[in-house]
Nanobody, 128 residues
Framework: QVQLVESGGGLVQVGGSLRLSCAAS????????MGWYRQAPGKQREWVAS????????????NYAESVKGRFTISRDNAANTVYLQMNSLTPGDTAVYYC?????????????????WGEGTLVTVSS
């Protein structure tokens, strides 16, 4: 089993910054793509950013939703099985529960397989 635990959410004023972290633990052989989603009150969950698997020679490809491009930065630490989301210039529109997800390779008696896992979310509230 694999667990993802987010942290770093909280209350921040307009224009402020927060850094979210998401640590994966459990039966992990490797982690492929990792990403962040968010769900605002009364709205559907939406994709925010993602980062592909990184290596010594490849810093990984990152992608962002248009609404956060230029303000948010996604990064990861493979040794720590952790993905980060640096959020700057926050606006009330960024208020949401933020979820991380990861495509994790696990080794089982039946062989290796990849599964997608989600964290339970961390609340970000931006006050005006």
């Amino acid at each position: 089993q694999v667990q993802l635990v987010e942290s770093g959410g909280g209350l921040v004023q307009v224009g402020g910054s927060l850094r979210l972290s998401c640590a994966a633990s459990g039966r992990i052989a490797s982690i492929n793509s990792m990403g962040w989603y968010r769900q605002a009150p009364g709205k559907q969950r939406e994709w925010v950013a993602s980062i592909t698997k990184t290596s010594i020679t490849n810093g990984g490809n990152t992608n962002y939703a248009e609404s956060v491009k230029g303000r948010f930065t996604i990064s990861r630490d493979n040794a720590a099985n952790t993905v980060y989301l640096q959020m700057n210039s926050l606006t009330p529109g960024d208020t949401a529960v933020y979820y991380c997800n990861a495509y994790v390779m696990t080794v089982s008696p039946a062989g290796p397989y990849e599964a997608r896992y989600w964290g339970e979310g961390t609340l970000v509230t931006v006050s005006s």
